[in-house]
């Protein structure tokens, strides 16, 4: 079946770069996501790129797709305290959205 | 907008009893609901799927009789879990795509179930 990969757990000092990345198996997703998720709350749509687009910048956001590999990544510039959470993949090629384990982002100040 | 709003956030009930969340869209109509179960550390584990007015399709594993999944209309699904046992605790998140018949899902903030 359809699967989508990503690594556990990201650090990062306050002020760099994050970038996570996501890997997927089903070559028919249209669409493609990242959500935030804070401890004990639900599910926050960050942002998300259609399959024929390669890359999306929403302010300090930055979606890279790259199809043929199958691989996706979000980019978290200047990266704060408040950013650190779990960021979940998800990949939807018809009607269900299959998601990613996801991966916890420390920030360190 | 497209705001997903979840009752009761937490709820602690004892074995044997059962137990009902309620998940609403605010300012949107649901054609579809999504419940899911999340594990700690874990990702989202689909449990049914509901359209407003038909039953629930349930994924593979999942107990219809154990989790009764109502969508009776737009904006409100509900999901009862039955004769709830320990093992059930777990958090319970909805999501809710809509009319539009976009792919996009938004969700709610999640109930805590703990069943003692």
């Known amino acids: 079946g359809e699967d989508v990969e990503q690594s556990l757990f990201l650090s990062v000092r306050e002020g760099d770069s994050s970038v996570i990345n996501c890997t997927y198996t089903?070559?028919?997703?249209?669409?493609l996501y990242w959500y935030k998720q804070e401890p004990g709350a639900g599910l926050q749509l960050l942002t998300y790129?259609?399959?024929?687009?390669d890359m999306k910048q929403d302010q300090r956001l930055t979606v890279l797709l790259n199809k043929k590999d199958k691989h996706l990544s979000l980019r978290i510039a200047d990266t704060q305290t408040g950013d650190s959470a779990i960021y979940f993949c998800?990949?939807?090629?018809?009607?269900?959205?299959?998601f990613g384990a996801g991966t916890r982002l420390f920030v360190k100040a | 907008g497209a705001v997903v709003s979840q009752h009761p956030s937490r709820v602690i009930c004892k074995s044997g009893t059962s137990v009902k969340i309620e998940c609403r869209s605010l300012?949107?109509?649901?054609?579809?609901m999504f419940w899911y179960r999340q594990f700690p550390k874990q990702s989202l584990m689909l449990m049914a799927t509901?359209?407003?007015?038909?039953?629930?399709?349930?994924e593979q594993g999942v107990e219809k009789d154990k989790f009764l999944i109502n969508h009776a209309s737009l904006t409100l699904s509900t999901l009862t879990v039955t004769s709830a046992h320990p093992e059930d605790s777990s958090f319970y998140i909805c999501?809710?795509?809509?009319?539009?018949?976009?792919?996009?899902?938004?969700f709610g903030p999640g109930t805590r179930l703990t069943v003692t």
């Open positions: 509901s359209n407003e007015g038909s039953k629930a399709t349930y």
């Open positions: 790129i259609f399959s024929n687009m």
């Open positions: 300012d949107f109509q649901a054609t579809t």
């Open positions: 998800a990949v939807a090629g018809g009607f269900k959205t299959i």
């Open positions: 089903d070559s028919s997703s249209t669409y």
């Open positions: 999501s809710a795509r809509g009319l539009a018949g976009g792919t996009e899902q938004y």
